[in-house]
């Protein structure tokens, strides 16, 4: 169970993230929602441990990600960022290799290229697993960090904007693969949502942050209304529903 | 052609060296020039291992492929050092008779001088390379500038003395230090073997790298610390060969094409052998030592330095 206990972080003199606190529920895809600059993916990287916080604590399993050490907290907590640059040039199946890096220190034993083989085929990726990741689409390289995430095999899986530049086929195709995660696997998931309808369609439970404070906290279709969005992203925003799903329909409003 | 392959013919090509430098024209001088020739293969395979292994651990760890810490400053600081010996000591000093002082205080000098401005210098995020370049290079002609200043001013006949050490050589290596040199260069191969695959995960950058549970803030500094004391080892011990590290390593990364610390280590050690041995082969029996290696290989590198310069603006650009 992962708690985040009023964390607060200043970049400077700027407090992007004030004294947040949230539970990540178990089981389910929590999203960080919320306007830009509103502190979501600093949050999730304070979670993660990729940012220490100014003050407050994150608890897995009741002890503080700092106490943690390094490679038993990966094999727990994944996190996924929206940009990774490298300086090196690899395949996808040394990249989901890197996954089993927390058990296998880089010597991978025949259970590891089981996991990996694995990952690799959730991902659908088996055709190019052995070619070059500057080689690929967008949203083959997406997929291809994805599996990494799944080889690594954690109880948490954090992204942050795993949707980015990518078009609708492939962001419907993530986010699928994410709800599978989440029923098949039981796994948990957060991720930073920058488009309010995938977080409405998919997910379980919605944080918003705004300023860097949350403002709601709650199941999906608490946050999803007229009313909560509105205080939220400062705009009125008709909510339609179709086929059991609600969407913002906010281009004109 | 596997990585397999081209390590054989490297270290083939290697161990070809070594035997011609060791044997070619020797005619049987086993008690005088056998011994001399064996210590000065020893010498520039402790230097050459040293510099090619601080020097890929500098750049996966700060990101680049350009930048190396003698470039970053660190040669113009050991001059400066010795300058410093000379000019207030005098050359019939304690620090300059005896090479253990000698090398003591240029080695720690040169790894705290390191520690500070790297720590400094790459601490927090990814600055653009050619602002890291533009700090290093105004690091190093401030410390040079010292350096002549100082040089001006003390007495001709101590220059003399101090200007042998301002140019690598092998001619001149001082028995008596390889000794304390090797062993500090093996146990800081020692440690760092432990922490080869962890370098693999770093080059895949800061966040995967935390990802995958490795320690990075702390593995950044012990590593920095590491191939500190190993280019501070190797200058202390031949002097300054500024672009030697930049060539193998960049030469190993293209041979060897792969993220495997291992082999891109171990194939810029042997390159670095191959360069030094065949080098001083080449200085000594065909220019019959009217050059020095150093200033053939700082002439190579620096060529090869400007090459990768503008490849990198280009493709950055």
């Known amino acids: 169970m992962i708690q985040v206990k009023e964390i607060t972080k200043f970049f400077g003199k700027k407090p992007v993230v004030q004294d947040v606190s ?38 897995l399993d009741k002890a503080d990600v700092r106490r943690w050490k390094s490679d038993d907290f990966a094999k727990r907590v994944s996190i996924l960022k929206q940009s990774n640059f490298m300086n090196v040039r690899l395949t996808i199946r040394e990249l989901v290799s890197f996954g089993r890096f927390p058990y296998s220190k880089g010597n991978l034993k ?6 990996v083989d694995e990952a690799i085929l959730y991902m659908n990726l088996q055709e190019i697993q052995h070619n070059y990741l500057d080689e690929l689409s967008g949203g083959q390289r997406q997929r291809a960090f994805i599996a990494m995430v799944i080889a690594q095999d954690t109880e948490y899986i954090l992204l942050d904007e795993p949707l980015n530049n990518l078009d609708m086929k492939h962001s419907v195709q993530i986010m699928k693969i994410l709800r599978k995660l989440v029923d098949e696997l039981g796994k948990t998931v957060v991720i930073v949502l920058h488009d309010i309808n995938f977080a409405s369609v998919y997910s379980d439970h919605i944080v918003a942050l705004k300023d860097g404070r949350v403002v709601r906290n709650g199941p999906t279709n608490d946050i999803i ?12 925003i008709p909510v339609q529903e179709q086929d059991g799903c609600r969407i913002c329909v906010y281009f004109n409003s | 052609m596997r990585n397999r392959t081209r390590m054989f013919i490297l270290i083939g090509l290697a161990v070809a060296f070594v035997l011609l430098y060791v044997f070619y024209q020797l005619n049987g001088n086993y008690h005088y020039a056998f011994p001399r020739r064996l210590m000065k293969v020893l010498a520039m395979g402790l230097t050459g291992i040293a510099i090619a292994y601080s020097t890929v651990v500098f750049q996966t760890i700060t990101h680049n492929r350009i930048l190396t810490p003698s470039v970053m400053g660190l040669d113009s600081l050991y001059m400066l050092i010795q300058t410093l010996i000379y000019f207030f000591f005098g050359s019939i000093s304690i620090l300059v008779i005896n090479v253990h002082y000698n090398f003591l205080v240029a080695v720690s000098a040169m790894v705290v001088f390191a520690l500070i401005f790297y720590r400094v210098l790459f601490k927090e995020g990814k600055r ?4 890291l370049l533009l700090v290093g290079m105004i690091v190093g002609t401030f410390l ?11 007495d001709p006949n101590e220059f003399l003395g101090l200007q042998s050490k301002m140019f690598a050589s092998f001619n001149n290596v001082n028995s008596d230090l390889i000794w304390p040199a090797g062993i500090i260069i093996v146990l800081a191969f020692i440690y760092g073997w432990r922490h080869m695959h962890q370098l693999d995960v770093m080059s895949l950058g800061r966040d995967t790298a935390i990802n995958l549970g490795v320690p990075y803030d702390k593995l950044v500094q012990r590593m920095l610390i590491l191939s500190s004391i190993l280019i501070a080892v190797s200058t202390a011990l031949v002097g300054p060969i500024t672009f030697f590290g930049l060539i193998v390593a960049n030469l190993s990364y293209q041979y060897f094409k792969t993220y495997k610390h291992s082999i891109l280590i171990a194939g810029a050690c042997v390159m670095s052998i191959i360069a030094l041995v065949g080098g001083q082969w080449l200085v000594e029996r065909i220019f019959s030592f009217n050059t020095t290696l150093s200033v053939i290989i700082n002439f190579v590198g620096g060529v090869y330095f400007i090459y990768l310069l503008l490849k990198e603006s280009r493709s950055s650009g």
Request: hydrophobic fraction near 40%.
């Open chain 1, 225 to 236: 209304n007229s009313h909560a969005l509105k205080e939220i992203y400062d705009m009125d």
């Open chain 1, 22 to 59: 949230v539970d990540i529920a178990s089981g389910k895809i929590t999203s960080f929602i919320g306007p830009n600059g509103a502190g979501k993916s600093t949050l999730l990287s304070m979670v993660s441990r990729l940012l220490n916080a100014d003050t407050g604590e994150v608890l």
């Open chain 1, 110 to 115: 025949p259970e590891d290229e089981e996991k």
């Open chain 2, 128 to 131: 653009p390379i050619h602002f």
């Open chain 2, 144 to 154: 040079g500038s010292i350096t002549t200043f100082l040089q001006v001013l003390i």
